[in-house]
């Protein structure tokens, strides 16, 4: 499509030709003069004057070189996205019904276009509601509800009575209802389960990535609010609470009965103690390890994880150790004199 055709349809001012034919989007390094990319972050401005791209989206207040033309936004990854859209080709949609391959209980209740795939097992007491998929060699526990137009991918396993809701999305591998890991110890330290008796209940429009594993609870529920967003290789542990549109990014750790605010974004590899409550808005950086209550709002880091401030302060300390060893030999030297 022409450049100012797809101004006019994900808004922005453009800067350039508005007569280029655009045919798909690329990064900024990738893309050649028909694509359209976007920088959103300072620290690809050298990138973005060498690009080969048509058309680079950019904020409003950017003033780097670039060669392409320019549509200048607020929010340069919301019109990136929305050009993707444009150019992208849907994978098409599964066809309703029952492949002969399936397992499914005679008493499993299936909505209007649900689409159970090849060797699927569904077993007795399962609810599942209109137009969802549940594709490929996945297995759905007894007395399972799972929403409408929700998709589970391949080899996803959902056990005994987890509640999933509408316009939910988990990928390939994934675990939800396993047992917590929950054990009694005697005084010789020999371990005896104990039993996981409780659920999960994941909200409407949550997704969940590749190799998630969410522990049901040892009572009571493990429970993901509404839009949250999990990445891959998460573990999720029992009568964990996540709040509203969270986002939990890969490798992180959850132990369990620990509580997540609304809008919540746990970076990668960190690790959040059993029986710990974050509140709402936090920001928790890479790696950290939360070892105490985090108060709403907050940003932390390190391990154990302290405010932000504090963290860098320390770093900028433990740089100045060199110089500090060096001056006090001096002073020693001086004593011994």
């Not at 150019?87 to 209740?109: K, L, Q, R």
């Not at 890991?181 to 039993?195: A, E, L, Q």
């Not at 860098?312 to 060096?326: D, F, M």
């Amino acid at each position: 499509m022409k450049l100012l055709e797809l101004v006019e349809k994900i808004g922005g001012t453009l800067e350039g030709d508005g007569n280029i034919e655009i045919q798909g989007v690329a990064g900024i390094r990738e893309a050649a003069s028909s694509q359209i990319s976007f920088m959103s972050n300072p620290k690809y401005a050298s990138q973005a004057a060498a690009t080969q791209a048509g058309v680079v989206i950019v904020s409003e207040d950017w003033t780097g070189e670039c060669p392409a033309a320019l549509i200048r936004t607020q929010n340069p990854d919301a019109a990136f996205a929305q050009a993707a859209t444009l150019f992208y080709t849907p994978v098409p949609a599964p066809e309703p019904g029952v492949h002969p391959s399936a397992v499914v209980a005679d008493d499993a209740e299936l909505g209007e276009g649900v689409c159970i795939g090849p060797l699927c097992v569904i077993e007795p007491g399962v609810k599942i509601g209109a137009q969802s998929v549940i594709s490929a060699q996945c297995y759905i526990g007894r007395q399972v509800t799972i929403g409408t137009d929700s998709f589970l991918y391949p080899h996803v396993s959902v056990r005994e009575s987890v509640i999933i809701g509408d316009r939910t999305i988990i990928h390939n591998g994934t675990v939800v209802g396993s047992d917590g890991f929950g054990y009694s110890v005697d005084s010789d330290g020999v371990r005896t389960k104990i039993p996981q008796i409780g659920s999960v209940k994941i909200g409407n429009d949550v997704e969940i990535g590749a190799n998630v594993t969410i522990d049901r609870a040892r009572f009571g529920q493990t429970t993901i609010g509404n839009g949250t967003k999990i990445d891959n290789l998460v573990q999720i542990a029992h009568n964990v609470t996540i709040g509203e549109n969270a986002v939990i990014i890969a490798q992180v750790a959850l132990a369990g009965s620990c509580s997540i605010g609304d809008r919540t974004i746990i970076a990668g590899h960190a690790g959040v103690a059993g029986h710990i409550k974050v509140g709402n808005d936090v920001v928790i950086a890479a790696k950290t390890g939360v070892t105490k209550d985090v108060e709403p709002g907050q940003c932390v880091m390190g391990m154990p994880a302290v405010s932000e401030s504090q963290y860098k302060r320390s770093l900028a300390s433990v740089a100045l150790l060199p110089k500090l060893k060096k001056r006090l030999a001096a002073l020693e030297k001086e004593v011994r004199k």
